[in-house]
């Protein structure tokens, strides 16, 4: 049934419009080979902004939720309340950088979903511990071992495999009995869930869930082939379902710069 598969996107007031104008014009750009419910969450808008919104979006078919919460508790704080309101569905959430960039992107992530498992649309091996640099600065070595210390008690030293909640695939029942009692105060809150020690990723395999890459051919990856994906900082990166601002960013990058990110993310 179409109320069975959603697809959320997130606007927030820190967004420009350009990213939601982006995201329209990919979303009905590539078909999605699949039946579904468009939800756009609006998230610490006014009205006067909402209603400019409504515009850009008036041809475009899609259910509206206004995101209650008058404080900045981040996207998962979104995403546990669309989880609320669309119980026990299987929601593909996307944030507000996020746009697919093939056809039957839907179709090529649901086919491999089942009850059992998470489909994400990118994942990484990098840990936060190990971005943590002295930079040759010996007055900043006290503040470099506190920071490194600090990071090493909530996230694992590389390699910290997790997939990356830019876009990923989940039942919105199991997503919320993990997140409903989760603090969602400051900026690290939110970095914990997607790559900490207690984060998501490692719920979901602590539940025997599996968590499965997929990628623009319609193939699915395991954890230890994650990168063989080549959705994320890796090789080309030209078989990627849904692009995201990091996923454009590394395409830019010179021959040099990709193989220095790629070692941070996968060690190669």
């Known amino acids: 049934m179409p109320n069975d598969k959603i697809v959320c996107y997130l606007y927030t007031v820190f967004d420009p419009k350009k990213?939601?104008?982006?995201?329209?014009?990919?979303?009905?750009k590539y078909k999605p080979g699949l039946n579904h419910k468009l939800v756009i969450c609006l998230k610490l808008l006014n009205i006067n902004e909402i209603n400019k919104i409504r515009k850009?979006?008036?041809?475009?078919?899609?259910?509206?939720?206004?995101?209650?919460?008058?404080?900045?508790?981040?996207?998962?704080g979104s995403y546990k309340r669309i989880s609320e309101k669309f119980y026990n569905k299987d929601v593909l959430f996307l944030n507000s950088h996020s746009y697919p960039v093939c056809n039957n992107w839907l179709k090529k992530l649901?086919?491999?979903?089942?009850k059992e498992n998470v489909i994400a649309t990118t994942s990484s091996y990098e840990s936060l511990v190990d971005s943590v640099k002295l930079k040759n600065k010996f007055h900043k070595i006290i503040r470099y071992i506190k920071?490194?210390?600090h990071f090493s008690l909530?996230?694992?030293?590389?390699?910290?495999?997790?997939?990356?909640?830019?876009?990923?695939?989940?039942?919105?029942?199991?997503?919320?009995?993990?997140?409903?009692?989760?603090?969602?105060e400051y900026k690290e809150d939110a970095l914990k869930i997607e790559s900490g020690k207690n984060g998501l990723?490692?719920?979901l395999k602590k539940k025997k869930m599996k968590i499965f890459v997929?990628?623009?051919?319609?193939?699915?990856?395991?954890?230890?082939?994650?990168?063989?994906?080549?959705?994320y900082c890796f090789t080309f990166q030209n078989k990627s379902i849904i692009s995201d601002k990091h996923t454009r960013k590394y395409l830019k990058l010179s021959a040099d710069e990709k193989y220095k990110v790629r070692l941070k993310v996968w060690g190669i």
């Open 110 to 114: 649901f086919v491999h979903k089942n």
């Open 214 to 231: 997929v990628n623009s051919d319609g193939n699915k990856f395991k954890e230890n082939d994650w990168k063989f994906s080549e959705t």
């Open 19 to 28: 990213k939601l104008i982006d995201f329209i014009n990919n979303y009905k």
């Open 201 to 203: 990723t490692n719920y």
């Open 56 to 76: 850009y979006l008036k041809n475009t078919k899609y259910i509206e939720f206004i995101d209650p919460e008058k404080k900045n508790d981040w996207d998962f």
């Open 154 to 184: 909530n996230f694992n030293k590389f390699p910290n495999p997790h997939f990356r909640t830019t876009g990923f695939l989940i039942n919105s029942k199991i997503f919320l009995t993990y997140i409903k009692n989760k603090k969602l």
């Open 147 to 149: 920071r490194k210390y």
